[in-house]
C-alpha cells in the first residue's frame, strides 16, 4: 500500500481547499493508495521562538507534535501539500509548521520525495501560494510533480470539468511517480551547489564553538557531500 500524506493548511474541514484535494485523491484506487488528511488544529504545534537550535540539533526546542508531524510526512510516498491563499500568501497555520521544519531546507531531507503543491484563492492570487511554497518544498529536496491553484473566480473551485480535468492529471502524476525512485529536478539542482558550500562550512563548528552540526552531520552521513549534484546522490544510493 502506498501511503500519500495530505497536508492541509486550511482549517475548513469541509473548505475549498480539501474538496480540491480530495477531488484528486478520489481518483487513486483505494486498493493501492492510503491517504491521510491533516489539517492544522489536528496537532499541537507551538509557535517557533526563533532560538535557531533547530540548526544545530535537528530537532525543536519545544515539546510539541512536530516529530510526529515529520515523521509522517517522511513516511510517505507522495505528499500533498495544500493551502488557501490568505493575503497573498499560504496560511499562518502552514507558516508555523514549515518554520519548524527550516533545518529540512538545509538538508534536502525530502531527498526527492514526490510532492503536490495546491492552493485555492477567491479570485486574484493563482500563484501566490504555489510559487513559495515550491521554492520552499525545492530547498527541502522534495520533487515538486504537480502545482495547480483552484480559484472561485474565474470559476475552477465550483466548475465540474475543470477539476475533473485538473484532477485526473494530477492523480495521473502521482500514480506514476509513485512507482519510479526519488527524483531530482533543475530547481534541486540549482540549488545543490550553494547549498553544499552552506553546510561545509559548518564542519568546524565542533572545535571551534563545541557545538554538533547536525545540518553538515546530515550530509555526511547521509553521502550527500560526496556529490556535485542531488540526482549523482540518487543514483548512487541506487532510489
Ligand atoms: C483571511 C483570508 C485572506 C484571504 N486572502 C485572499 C487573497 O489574498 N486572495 C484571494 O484570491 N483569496 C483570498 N482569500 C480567499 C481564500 O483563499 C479562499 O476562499 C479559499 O478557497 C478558502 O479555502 P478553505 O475553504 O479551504 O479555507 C482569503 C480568505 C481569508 C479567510
Known sequence: MKKVFALIGSRQKKGNTITFVKNITKQLSNEEFQVEYVFPQDYDIKPCVGCSKCFTNCK???????????????????LIIASPVYLHYFTGDLK????????????FRLQGKPVVVLSTCSCNAFTSVIKPLSSIISYMGGNVIATANASYFPNQINN???????????????????????????????????????????SDTKSTVGVEPCEYNFWRDSGMLEYNSFEEYLQSIGR
Open 160 to 202: 465540474s470539468k475543470w477539476l475533473s480535468e485538473v484532477s485526473q492529471e494530477i492523480a495521473k502524476r502521482i500514480s506514476k511517480y509513485v512507482n519510479l525512485p526519488p527524483q531530482s529536478n533543475k530547481d534541486i539542482e540549482k540549488l545543490f551547489p550553494s547549498s553544499k558550500y552552506m553546510v561545509m562550512l559548518q
Open 96 to 107: 508555523l509548521i514549515l518554520d519548524k521544519l527550516a533545518w529540512w531546507a538545509h538538508t
Open 60 to 78: 525543536c526546542v519545544n515539546k510539541d507534535d512536530i516529530e510526529l508531524l515529520q515523521q509522517k510526512i517522511l513516511e510517505s510516498d507522495i
